[in-house]
T-cell receptor
Framework: GDSVTQMEGPVTLSEEAFLTINCTYTATGYPSLFWYVQYPGEGLQLLLKATKADDKGSNKGFEATYRKETTSFHLEKGSVQVSDSAVYFCALSENSGGSNYKLTFGKGTLLTVNP | NAGVTQTPKFQVLKTGQSMTLQCAQDMNHEYMSWYRQDPGMGLRLIHYSVGAGITDQGEVPNGYNVSRSTTEDFPLRLLSAAPSQTSVYFC????????????FGNGTRLTVT
């Protein structure tokens, strides 16, 4: 079945450092890929997405490229801020037959950015 | 815009008690779902609905019931709470179930003693 594997956290960085959170996936077909972010005390919200191979999703300085050959969707940001401290979830959505889709989440990676 | 509203924010139950977690969305979304979030487990789908009158089981449905009488509301019922149901519960909705992003509520933190 489908699965998403993200690097285990927690990840602790200093402000302005470069961020990479690795995400790899297993899927039977051609999934769409997402990154969601969860700030403390809140629900998840969509950060970015990519729907086909070589697409790059980007938002708020974050980027991720859909790499079909390596089945990866790594999240990157060139210079993190304290306000980026949150839990980041990688996810995939795949058609499971007809109009049904299955959304699979990774376990989340906690990022803490220190001033 | 209210988005997805969950109530209550916090709840403590004794084993065997019942309760309903409320979820309402004002975006006219067809798809609604309930997840539980546990440390080290990520998000797990409990139940979902693709429209009023239609519900289906997710990954971990046991011990939970749902109904969808209107497009806006999707309550989650615990008939007889157990300590294993201690978790943070999130309701989410989307326009469709494929590529549309999920909109999440802020969660209900439930403790069962």
């Amino acid at each position: 079945g489908d699965s998403v594997t993200q690097m285990e956290g927690p990840v602790t960085l200093s402000e302005e450092a470069f961020l990479t959170i690795n995400c790899t996936y297993t899927a039977t077909g051609y999934p769409s890929l997402f990154w969601y972010v969860q700030y403390p005390g809140e629900g998840l919200q969509l950060l970015l997405k990519a729907t086909k191979a070589d697409d790059k999703g980007s938002n708020k300085g974050f980027e991720a490229t859909y790499r079909k050959e390596t089945t990866s969707f790594h999240l990157e940001k060139g210079s993190v801020q304290v306000s980026d401290s949150a839990v980041y979830f990688c996810a995939l959505s795949e058609n499971s037959g007809g109009s049904n889709y299955k959304l699979t989440f990774g376990k989340g990676t906690l990022l803490t950015v220190n001033p | 815009n209210a988005g997805v509203t969950q109530t209550p924010k916090f709840q403590v139950l004794k084993t065997g008690q019942s309760m309903t977690l409320q979820c309402a969305q004002d975006m006219n979304h067809e798809y609604m779902s309930w997840y539980r979030q546990d440390p080290g487990m990520g998000l797990r789908l409990i139940h979902y609905s693709v429209g009023a009158g239609i519900t289906d089981q997710g990954e971990v449905p046991n011990g939970y019931n749902v109904s969808r009488s209107t497009t806006e509301d999707f309550p989650l019922r615990l008939l007889s709470a157990a300590p294993s149901q201690t978790s943070v519960y999130f309701c989410a909705s989307s326009y469709g179930r494929g590529l549309s992003p999920l909109h999440f509520g802020n969660g209900t933190r439930l403790t069962v003693t």
